[in-house]
């Protein structure tokens, strides 16, 4: 069993380790973005992932987390998040959403993001552009002095603007050391509320946005989410560290990616 360590503020030198492992998982997101064509499988993205994560050095964080069996989470259309990489082979005009984590020195990092297969219709491209703009809204809202319940209230607050919905039964979490430290960091919630943030907390934001309704079930695999009515589901995650300056990315795609 792992050692759960408790919630503490990171000091200035492991955001700095963690600024390391987060540019490689940028990196490595963008590679695996860029490898989204018709005809891939889900299990050769996984290889990717894998791949381009050992030749960096690094351990893939997800294979055998609570024995989850692949170094990539990939979910399609209605599914939500944890896909289970395999056979399936993607289609022009599917959402996909990519989502790995790493570990260099026993720092993680935590990031995700969905592209559309070639074409985006134009529900698809307006609901990836939404959502990664709630995460924008809630990154902006990590900084000293604001709560938790403020990151939530900022997400939750743009993508229902725009006529969607929340997944609430999955949530962001601090990260360090171990990949889910406290705290919770829900897609949804009230101004004010929860911890006061602080510099020296680094928090994976992770909103999980529905065209149709919220709620979601877990497959018979034990892990792909996937929407209750099957309508898309897209997601974007960032490992960001709150400085006395404000929230960094810590996970930022390189400048010359294809994808933001
Ligand atoms: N980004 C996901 C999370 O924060 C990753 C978990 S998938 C697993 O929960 F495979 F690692 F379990
Ligand atoms: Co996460």
Same mark, same amino acid.
Not at 40 to 53: G, N, P
Not at 95 to 101: I, K, Q, T
Not at 228 to 238: G, N, R, V
């Given at each position: 069993?792992?050692? &759960? /360590?408790?919630? %503490?503020?990171?000091?200035?030198?492991? $955001?700095?380790?963690? @600024?390391?492992?987060?540019? !490689?998982?940028?990196?490595?997101?963008?590679?695996?973005?860029?490898?989204?064509?018709?005809?891939?499988?889900?299990?050769?993205?996984?290889?990717?992932?894998?791949?381009?994560?050992?030749?960096?050095?690094?351990?893939?964080?997800?294979?055998?987390?609570?024995?989850?069996?692949?170094?990539?989470?990939?979910?399609?259309?209605?599914?939500?998040?944890?896909?289970i990489?395999?056979?399936?082979?993607?289609?022009?005009?599917?959402?996909?959403?990519?989502?790995?984590?790493?570990?260099?020195?026993?720092?993680?990092?935590?990031?995700?993001?969905?592209v559309?297969?070639?074409?985006?219709?134009?529900?698809v491209?307006?609901? &990836? /552009?939404?959502? %990664?703009?709630?995460?924008?809204?809630? $990154?902006?809202?990590? @900084?000293p002095?604001?709560? !938790?319940?403020?990151?939530?209230?900022?997400?939750?607050?743009?993508?229902?603007?725009?006529?969607?919905?929340?997944?609430?039964?999955?949530?962001g979490?601090?990260?360090?050391?171990?990949?889910?430290?406290?705290?919770?960091?829900?897609?949804?919630?009230?101004?004010?509320?929860?911890?006061?943030?602080?510099?020296?907390?680094?928090?994976?934001?992770?909103?999980?946005?529905?065209?149709?309704?919220?709620?979601?079930?877990?497959?018979?695999?034990?892990?792909?989410?996937?929407?209750?009515?099957?309508?898309?589901?897209c997601?974007?995650?960032?490992?960001v560290?709150?400085?006395?300056?404000?929230?960094?990315?810590?996970?930022?795609?390189p400048?010359?990616?294809?994808?933001?």
């Amino acid at each position: 069993m792992a050692r &759960i /360590e408790a919630f %503490r503020l990171k000091r200035p030198e492991e $955001i700095e380790r963690m @600024r390391v492992s987060g540019r !490689i998982l940028g990196e490595c997101l963008a590679h695996l973005a860029a490898a989204v064509h018709a005809g891939v499988t889900t299990d050769d993205l996984d290889r990717e992932a894998d791949t381009f994560i050992r030749d960096h050095g690094c351990i893939p964080g997800f294979l055998g987390y609570q024995d989850y069996p692949k170094s990539l989470c990939v979910s399609v259309n209605d599914e939500v998040v944890h896909g289970i990489p395999g056979p399936r082979v993607i289609e022009d005009g599917d959402l996909v959403s990519l989502d790995c984590g790493l570990i260099l020195d026993g720092w993680w990092a935590d990031s995700g993001l969905s592209v559309a297969c070639g074409e985006a219709s134009p529900e698809v491209a307006r609901l &990836i /552009e939404v959502t %990664r703009e709630s995460l924008e809204q809630g $990154i902006a809202a990590a @900084r000293p002095g604001n709560t !938790i319940g403020d990151i939530g209230h900022a997400v939750q607050t743009y993508a229902e603007a725009h006529g969607y919905s929340l997944v609430r039964e999955y949530v962001g979490h601090g990260i360090g050391r171990n990949m889910h430290e406290p705290p919770q960091v829900p897609n949804h919630g009230q101004p004010g509320t929860g911890n006061v943030i602080k510099p020296g907390y680094v928090l994976a934001i992770e909103p999980m946005v529905n065209v149709g309704g919220p709620k979601v079930r877990v497959l018979d695999d034990g892990w792909t989410v996937v929407t209750a009515d099957h309508k898309l589901s897209c997601y974007f995650e960032h490992t960001v560290a709150v400085t006395e300056s404000g929230p960094e990315v810590l996970t930022l795609r390189p400048a010359h990616a294809a994808i933001a």
